[in-house]
């Protein structure tokens, strides 16, 4: 057989010359709406950094700019065995992490365990017993024979808004991701997990409490040193990045060091909650009116996964319903009018379709909603999701963008996770060219703030964390620790 070398992956260039007059008159329209140009970008841009610098000027602001008492980058020299546990919405993650004296390298052991949904809803006790006893399986399967004479210090990401104001300690604002636990919000977490654990006798102590998007830039920078700013960008939007606690004026009452450095969490998503910068549709204005929290999250209702298909989704209800365009005319579109029937993967699978006369998004179509669109309403439906998954890339952009112009950062990497991030077609490439324009870097110079695949920050990044509070409390620094009696009868 002759070798005919790799397949090439099939190309589609994609043609409007067949589409009405009347749909390429909405198409234009929709062009209009979604298309954002560098000097709106460069205006978002620029409010965002007066947005951050009031977040650390006081409480109560739309970004909370949360200190989260992660005091400095790992050095590499961090060495010993931590546990991880990652509290997910579906699973539960338990990682066992050694560090080695190799600078940047880490071995990681770790187990899942399914979250049963009963819990989910469930008493505050019979919670906790589930997490500790998947922690004590792991440690009896992992460590059997052995005789554990000595406390493991434990990161625990524990990715729910928090009132954190000391690393080993974060009360729960909210439940969110399908959790309504009785008990729980409105109390300090730490002490509940480690009730359960102490009641098994498990030499565990959870020494640092961590947000995901932290414990991001903290993996991140432990393998690449010139990643100074971890993103999410998936169901929500984060980010976090180290500030000098000399430029944080709410916690000036502490009197530490200016130059001491400290891990913030910004919670961005609340960016633009008035409304003064942020492009918005009528669509974004429906999605805000129609949500659990109208007038809230008004930055993270335009860029997150949760959001991308719904807006997709009021956009063909509407040119169905109002445009007098012949759009899915005479088809049953009641699959369609059901709201967050469509998620970002929709989007992302119309993308990716390679055929000229778009024979899978045709099928998607057909299978997800019952509905055929002709080839010229296929064109549309191919734009408009070109149109909403670029505006949501070139707005992310806005926020790393913002940190660097705070900072004066000319140049670092970012270090990103999440699903659209990792999955969404074209996404990096198109958030590079947001930052390319914002911050005018001249033609033919490459990237100066590179956004890259981010390390475990759930995993790797908690275990990190709670290395680092370890070695911060032996050289005396107790700034931001709560329990700093029982942290210090550990290195004893």
Not at 13 to 24: E, H, I, T, W
Not at 173 to 179: E, L, S, V
Request: hydrophobic share 35%; aromatic share 8%.
């Amino acid at each position: 057989m002759v070798g005919l070398g790799p397949k090439r992956q099939p190309s589609r260039k994609g043609s409007m010359a067949d589409v009405p007059k009347n749909l390429l008159e909405q198409i234009r329209y929709l062009e209009e709406l979604f298309i954002v140009e560098a000097p709106k970008l460069k205006e978002v841009t620029d409010h965002f950094v007066k947005e951050l610098i009031k977040g650390l000027s006081k409480e109560g602001c739309n970004i909370p700019m949360n200190p989260t008492w992660v005091m400095g980058y790992p050095t590499g020299q961090e060495t010993g065995t931590y546990l991880a546990l990652d509290m997910g919405g579906t699973n539960l993650r338990v990682c066992e992490i050694y560090l080695p004296e190799e600078k940047g390298e880490f071995d990681i052991t770790q187990s899942k365990y399914r979250m049963p949904e009963e819990l989910k809803t469930g008493k505050s006790e019979d919670m906790w017993e589930y997490i500790a006893d998947c922690l004590q399986q792991f440690v009896e399967y992992h460590h059997e024979g052995e005789k554990l004479d000595t406390i493991m210090p434990l990161g625990f990401t524990f990715s729910y808004p928090c009132t954190q104001d000391y690393i080993d300690h974060g009360v729960l604002q909210r439940w969110t991701k399908g959790f309504d636990v009785d008990g729980v919000e409105g109390k300090d977490v730490v002490p509940m997990l480690e009730a359960a654990l102490e009641k098994r006798g498990l030499p565990i102590k959870v020494v640092a409490l961590v947000n995901d998007t932290t414990g991001t830039l903290i993996a991140s920078h432990y393998t690449d040193d010139q990643m100074m700013i971890g993103c999410i960008f998936g169901t929500g939007c984060n980010a976090a990045y180290m500030e000098h606690c000399g430029e944080i004026p709410k916690i000036a009452h502490m009197n530490l060091p200016s130059d001491m450095p400290v891990a913030i969490n910004c919670e961005y998503g609340a960016f633009d909650n008035e409304h003064l910068v942020l492009p918005r549709t009528p669509y974004d204005v429906i999605i805000d009116r129609d949500s659990p929290r109208p007038g809230q999250q008004a930055f993270e209702k335009m860029i997150a996964g949760l959001y991308l298909g719904e807006i997709f989704r009021l956009v063909l209800v509407d040119l169905h319903d109002n445009k007098n365009c012949g759009f899915l005319e005479n088809q049953d579109i009641a699959a369609l009018r059901k709201p967050y029937t469509l998620d970002a993967s929709f989007l992302a699978s119309i993308e990716e379709d390679p055929f000229e006369n778009l024979s899978e998004t045709a099928d998607l179509f057909d299978r997800t909603l019952k509905v055929r669109p002709s080839k010229p309403e296929l064109e549309l439906c191919r734009r408009l999701a070109e149109l909403i998954g670029t505006r949501a890339a070139r707005l992310s952009a806005c926020g790393p963008a913002a940190i660097c112009k705070k900072k004066g950062i000319k140049a670092c990497h970012v270090g990103a996770d999440g699903s659209v991030f990792n999955k969404y077609p074209h996404f990096k490439a198109r958030g590079a060219q947001a930052l390319r324009e914002i911050l005018d870097w001249p033609k033919g110079m490459k990237d100066q703030v590179d956004i890259r695949a981010a390390e475990d920050g759930s995993g790797v990044g908690a275990a990190l964390i709670a290395a680092l509070t370890n070695r911060r409390v032996k050289d005396g620094n107790l700034a931001g620790i709560k329990n700093k009696d029982a942290l210090l009868s550990m290195m004893k």
